[in-house]
């Protein structure tokens, strides 16, 4: 119940937009997923606040291009955004994808938004699908672009922002990684049936916890963070049964923020203070409080070293030397 209200109380807190103007003046930003959602509402955010290049991560370049016209139509701005093809279900493709960004001048904030929700099972790169996108090649990216991050952040001497886009049904997910053996991707590879989307979620907020903890901000110049952007009116259970759908509309109708509110929480992240690292963000603030005992407890903390040692051994065979 304390959870549930919780929800309800920041799904109708009034959400400012945090950066102006000039805090996005002369800045790059990648935003994934950003062809549509909360994703093309952040990247027209920023475009529209004077960010100087803001790139596109997205699957298909036609959508991708649709949506660079529709920013530069609605802010009236062009020359700023840029289409990158970037497909999360290819570990190839994440690596092609990095070699663009290492081509850089300057990176500012990556804003790891791409998911999918999906209801049936399938494989991709020799994981479960959600597992290969939502986690592994979102880490990958993660993983692969910080030293651009670092190099920008000491080269402005301004910080950098790495956001995880995550979401609180993650702690909906208690003991379930506690009973998978042996390696978890590969384990959860094996459970065709479990709640594929919010584990993903948690495993997402492990490692990016993991992460931040490996790189201190105040020694790397970049600020790490996971956010939870709230139940927003997005695409992403397009791919659910009829069923599924129904129940998300009726969630949402009730509490749904739109996209646009819904993105506000990413452009925070990609903003916040040296104090947000590691934390995790809901309604534009810190929200540790909202996060379950279990995970940030002994065995949450457990759970984190194995997701962390499990995930970095698949990430460095992918690329060696990466983590």
Request: proline content about 3%; glycine content about 8%; some cysteine.
């Amino acid at each position: 119940m304390v959870g549930f209200l919780q929800l309800v109380s920041d799904q109708y807190t009034t959400l400012p937009i945090v950066p102006t103007p000039g805090d996005c003046v002369g800045k790059t930003f990648i935003v994934t997923g950003a062809n549509t959602g909360l994703g093309f509402q952040c990247a027209q955010h920023l475009v529209r606040l004077s960010a100087a290049r803001v790139i596109l991560g997205v699957r298909s370049i036609s959508k991708g291009d649709a949506a660079k016209a529709s920013i530069e139509n609605s802010t009236n701005r062009r020359g700023v955004v840029e289409v990158w093809q970037l497909d999360l279900a290819s570990f190839d493709s994440v690596k092609a994808f990095v070699q663009q960004v290492k081509g850089l001048e300057r990176l500012d904030a990556l804003i790891c938004n791409a998911s999918v929700a999906l209801l049936r099972y399938s494989v991709t790169e020799g994981l479960e699908t959600s597992i290969t996108v939502n986690v592994v090649n979102t880490m990958l990216l993660a993983v692969m672009a910080l030293p651009a991050l670092k190099s920008s952040a000491k080269m402005t001497g301004e910080k950098g922002h790495l956001v995880i886009v995550g979401s609180v049904v993650a702690f909906d997910c208690e003991g379930l990684l506690e009973g998978v053996e042996g390696d978890v991707l590969e384990g959860l590879k094996e459970n065709k049936m479990y709640d594929r989307y919010p584990t993903t979620k948690l495993l997402q907020f492990y490692a990016a916890r993991k992460l931040a903890s490996l790189n201190p901000a105040e020694e790397t110049g970049v600020i790490i963070n996971y956010v939870n952007p709230g139940l927003c009116f997005t695409e992403l259970a397009r791919n659910g049964d009829f069923g599924y759908q129904v129940m998300i509309f009726i969630m949402r109708s009730l509490l749904g923020r739109t996209a646009e509110v819904g993105s506000r929480t990413l452009l925070h992240a990609a903003f916040a203070g040296e104090e947000t690292h590691g934390k995790y963000l809901s309604a534009c603030d810190v929200k540790e409080q909202h996060v379950a005992p279990w995970a940030m407890g002994e065995s949450g903390i457990q759970m984190q070293e194995r997701v962390w040692m499990d995930l970095t051994k698949r990430l460095n065979t992918i690329e060696p030397g990466c983590v």
